[in-house]
């Protein structure tokens, strides 16, 4: 815990971004430009924030990764997520399997977020997948990636591929289906992964959760507009915190309009482990983080306040997920 708040870190990955992952029938370029362009993005933000220093781009080693968590930083809980990108990854960049050991490393303190594409693997057999990996492997969560490539992508709110996966989410008993959006993995349209198609499908299923990873960047304000309307769409904000080091003015107005707009009981914390491996200073700089009287003042920016910092921390994400975090805490001994 840091000064006695629950850290839930909901964003985690075990990802390979080596030349074995390319398809034999690819050139390569897609898992290339991904890796070079993260390799200089975070050789960038470690100019002003925590080193880098990782297995990065090697899939990491489950003690090593299992050390950083939870020895090198107070991280309480975290989760493992899937990234289900299959048109150019041999395995997934951030396979289900893969994922899943992390996960089986250390069951107490790691939870398993599974993730399927009806586009790239089939409907039917999307269906089958979340089903196993929510009652073989214990998934609490999925995770998705909707553009594997021209031929091969969909929206959240097509009635004929996607609200089969949310109704049977809650048939599975999942509280919470996870986005990346913003951001491409590859060089593929920025606009395949605008937020626009959250609405529809959190509104037709207001029993389950939507959240949307990276505030959508550069999808921003849409992505904003889109929480404060839908009281069952959830903010995690890795790489905010990896581009607070480096931009904190930045970062802060984007902040500052989530709680001014959203308000603070929806946003949650992720570090982007283990891209950026040395997770402490995050919890460390959010656990400190102030909002300038400046922005207050020209702005209208709420103050952050410790209630706020606790909520984002762990409260919100164990809420959105459904989970007893009052138990959790007693299975750890920490209550």
């Not at 250390?106 to 990996?133: C, H, K, Y």
């Not at 048939?171 to 395949?192: C, D, R, S, T």
């Not at 915190?241 to 929806?266: A, C, D, I, T």
């Not at 909002?291 to 994400?317: A, C, H, S, W």
């Amino acid at each position: 815990m840091k000064d006695g708040m629950f850290v839930f870190d909901a964003t985690v990955h075990c990802q390979d971004f080596t030349d074995r992952q390319i398809r034999p029938e690819d050139d390569g370029r897609h898992v290339r430009a991904l890796r070079d362009q993260l390799g200089e993005f975070t050789a960038l933000t470690a100019t002003r924030g925590p080193s880098v220093e990782s297995s990065f781009p090697e899939l990491p080693d489950l003690d090593w990764a299992n050390r950083k968590l939870f020895e090198e930083s107070v991280t309480d809980l975290a989760m493992s997520c899937t990234v289900p990108l299959y048109s150019h990854w041999q395995m997934g960049l951030g396979s289900p399997e893969v994922s899943h050991a992390l996960a089986a490393s250390n069951p107490s303190r790691i939870l398993f977020t599974g993730g399927v594409d009806p586009a790239w693997q089939g409907l039917d057999a999307a269906l089958e997948e979340m089903e196993r990996q929510v009652t073989e492997w214990g998934a609490v969560s999925m995770k998705f990636y909707q553009y594997q490539g021209r031929d091969k992508h969909w929206r959240a709110d097509d009635r004929e591929l996607a609200y089969p996966l949310w109704e049977k989410a809650v048939e599975l008993g999942i509280k919470m289906v996870q986005f990346h959006k913003g951001f491409p993995l590859g060089i593929m349209p920025v606009e395949a992964f605008r937020p626009n198609d959250i609405q529809l499908a959190a509104l037709d299923f207001p029993e389950l959760n939507f959240g949307i990873h990276h505030l959508g960047d550069p999808y921003v304000d849409e992505t904003i507009s889109i929480a404060a309307r839908f009281p069952n769409v959830y903010l995690i904000l890795p790489l905010w915190f990896n581009q607070y080091f480096l931009q904190p003015w930045k970062m802060l107005h984007r902040l500052g309009e989530v709680l001014l707009q959203v308000g603070s009981k929806r946003i949650c914390y992720g570090s982007e482990a283990f891209i950026w491996p040395t997770i402490q200073p995050y919890i460390d700089a959010w656990a400190d983080m102030t909002m300038p009287d400046e922005l207050q003042d020209r702005y209208g920016y709420p103050e952050i306040t410790r209630e706020i910092k606790e909520r984002v921390f762990g409260i919100n994400f164990a809420e959105g997920l459904g989970i007893d975090l009052e138990a959790k805490k007693r299975e750890l001994g920490l209550i």
